[in-house]
């Protein structure tokens, strides 16, 4: 089995190429979706004890958890250090789940891969980019968000240059979404090889 990590800066399009890769038959592991489990079961009374303002009728509340971070970014470590294993844990769970489905490729849809060096425990690494005036765009165009939240998100992810650099492949979501698709499928049919 194939391990690819699906990556990209935020408002690059990572969720639409994941969805692509679904379409190509790729079992795919989304990250932010098993946080937001994790926040509304195992993870609520660890982060309770670090975060007790952040808990709103026994779940996690990600606004509240968020303005907390960027009011104090040096508890980022705390949470880190107790939703990763967490993550971790669903991820091994995830991998033994397709094993036995036998999947020969499997993604894993991870925001932050380079940031917390999952790109180790992986075979290849695909990039979701576009440029920088397309990727502003689409994130103001979102309910609640500021250049300033903007701002703040990317100067904790690395420069998408960077991630370009580190990938084996870069999935390009500017020019459109048949283009972004017939990238996928070409990842998918050369991997598959």
Partial sequence: MIR???????GMGKTTTADFFRQ?????????AAVHDLYRGEAVDPISAEFPEAIVNGVVNRDILSRTLAQN????????????????????DFIDDQDLAGADLVVFDIPLLFETGGEKQLDKVVVVSC????????????????????????????PDAEKRDRADFVVDTGNGLQAAQAQVRAIVTQLRS
Wanted: proline share 6%; charged share 35%; no cysteine.
């Fill in 4 to 10: 690819i990590g699906l990556t990209g800066s935020i």
């Fill in 24 to 32: 190509e038959g790729v079992p795919v592991y989304d990250a932010d």
């Fill in 73 to 92: 970014p040096d508890k980022l470590k705390r949470l880190e250090a107790i939703v990763h294993p967490l993550v971790r844990r669903k991820q091994r």
């Fill in 131 to 158: 440029d920088a005036a397309t990727q502003k765009r689409r994130v103001l165009s979102r309910p609640g968000w500021t250049e300033d939240k903007l701002a703040l998100v990317l100067s904790r992810q690395m």
